[in-house]
């Protein structure tokens, strides 16, 4: 694993776990407060509109129907290890989940979401899948304004995912920048081993 993508991974990995700190000893209102109420101070009939559709994207049915049509197009190692990072995140999700056990917001509810709160199952998986296909389109895509196309939409994707879970009642600020963190160390340390089994003996054409 190169130097920098290694400091990445535990960097992020690191802030995981300060975050859980802070909600684990009850001290996260420091970060929740202010930026639940900032957000909730944007609230609006089409705000509502948009994030309750936006935050489908991260839904267990939209997820697998987003895994399986890349496995068909792609039949390689990225296509195989995007499924692992599936697979992977929702694991850790639910085991932290159960061990963690907070429980989520109770006011101010746009839908209906059960389970517990902490780390948002939504911005993991959001990380795990649009941040893996992020990491395709920049090395496999040749035409630039393509990729930086999809490049930004991936990314916007992935933020309004997280800020949707807010938006919407069913998760705290924290829940929701620990889960990006450890899914980024996860979608790292995926990526690694993807590019080293790619690399091997891999198609290394570009999609134009």
Not at 76 to 95: E, H, M, P, Q, R
Not at 127 to 145: A, E, M, P, Q, T
Request: proline share 2%; charged share 15%; hydrophobic share 50%.
């Amino acid at each position: 694993m190169s130097k920098k993508r290694l400091i990445f991974l535990f960097a992020f990995l690191l802030l995981f776990f300060v975050f859980a700190t802070l909600v684990f000893t009850g001290c996260s209102d420091i970060i929740d407060i202010p930026v639940y109420d900032f957000i909730f101070s944007f609230r609006s009939d089409f705000l509502d509109h948009y994030f309750i559709f936006i935050t489908k994207f991260g839904n267990t049915l939209t997820i697998l129907i987003v895994v399986f049509a890349f496995l068909l197009l792609v039949r390689n190692a990225y296509a195989i290890f995007l499924g692992a990072s599936a697979c992977t995140c929702i694991l850790s999700n639910t085991l932290i989940k159960q061990i963690i056990r907070r429980i989520r917001p109770e006011h101010l509810r746009l839908i209906v979401q059960g389970g517990y709160s902490f780390p948002s199952g939504h911005a993991m998986i959001s990380v795990c899948v649009y941040g893996y296909l992020l990491h395709f389109v920049w090395k496999k895509v040749s035409n630039r304004y393509l990729r930086g196309i999809l490049v930004f939409f991936l990314i916007f994707l992935i933020f309004s995912i997280g800020c949707s879970r807010i938006y919407v009642g069913v998760h705290y600020p924290t829940d929701v920048l620990a889960g990006y963190c450890l899914a980024i160390s996860e979608v790292l340390l995926i990526i690694e081993i993807a590019d080293r089994i790619y690399a091997k003996g891999g198609d290394d054409k570009c999609i134009n």
